[in-house]
């Protein structure tokens, strides 16, 4: 009795040919398009944002004049312009405010904003702000690490005010405890994540029974806070 092996070839060349279109098909997966960004202000007040992407993604920004916010938007695929998957942007302050949004393929991740006097140093002059520069990095998984560095003669101290959800920085003149500080923050998945640099200006000063009692105003500046589902 002759066997037939035509139906069983047939079977093992769809097989085959279903193996290799699924190994050509390129990989759908949910991982972020946002490697990290960095929000910083440097020594002479200029705002700017850092963002890394992951590799075959590129990004294209512009400001809404409406609203005054800088768009961000990551897209996957080839981008024609060549444009690379590190880029920097200069941030400039609208009415002491700075907000960034950023998108993945259209859809918005999430939101940064800062609150910061519009004061910019010229070539050569020293700003008199207890806060000399600062930058606040996303490292991934609600991951960010703050870095800043202070003038001579600032005391630093970290709080977390529990009733506003807000981690402070308290800059003091005083005993120094260093200049260059680096701290790392959780975000909430369901909370934002706000920090507040907290300034002490001295206003008055006078000795009552042999200790001398100060006054201060208290600062927020600047404040700095992100939302969204990074």
Sequence with gaps: MKKSYLPFLMILSILISACSTEDNMPENNDQSLLKSYKLSKD???RYSIDVDLVEGAYSETYKDETTNTNNIYAYQG???????SVSTKELA?????IEVDVFENDIQKNSIWVEDENIKMGKGQISPNFLQSYSLEYLGEGEYVLDFEVRDGISVAFEYNVEENIYEVHLKEGSSNGKQFT???SKSPSLPLRIDF?????INSEARSAKVVEQYLLTKNPRVGQEGGF
């Design 43 to 45: 020594a002479n007040g």
């Design 93 to 97: 302050l609208d009415n002491n405010r």
């Design 183 to 185: 701290k790392l923050y």
């Design 198 to 202: 907290v300034n002490y200006i001295l």
């Design 78 to 84: 080839h981008d024609n312009n060549n444009r690379k």
